[in-house]
């Protein structure tokens, strides 16, 4: 089955992927007790957007997901994780 996207249908989904990448390099870093639920909180959150096809939604959970991102990746900077 071949799937074809316009232009700006591709470029949003790479975002996504790469946010999805970046999440759970970020996760791996958490303390042990806690990186399984972080992992599997970045994927259910992954999970419950995905049918979404409003552009301008995922675009803005897109830059929702980076300043949580951020924010997760500061705290475990603080930690020293």
């Not at 470029?11 to 639920?37: D, F, M, N, S, W």
């Not at 909180?41 to 951020?70: A, F, H, P, W």
């Amino acid at each position: 089955m071949v799937v074809s996207f316009d232009l700006q249908t591709f470029i949003l989904r790479a975002r996504v992927l790469k946010l999805y990448r970046q999440a759970l390099r970020v996760a791996k870093r958490a303390p042990p007790h806690t990186k399984g639920e972080l992992m599997q909180t970045v994927r259910q959150e992954m999970e419950k957007n995905k049918d979404c096809n409003d552009k301008q939604k995922i675009r803005y959970l897109i830059s929702e997901g980076i300043e949580r991102l951020k924010g997760l990746d500061e705290m475990l900077d603080m930690q020293g994780h």
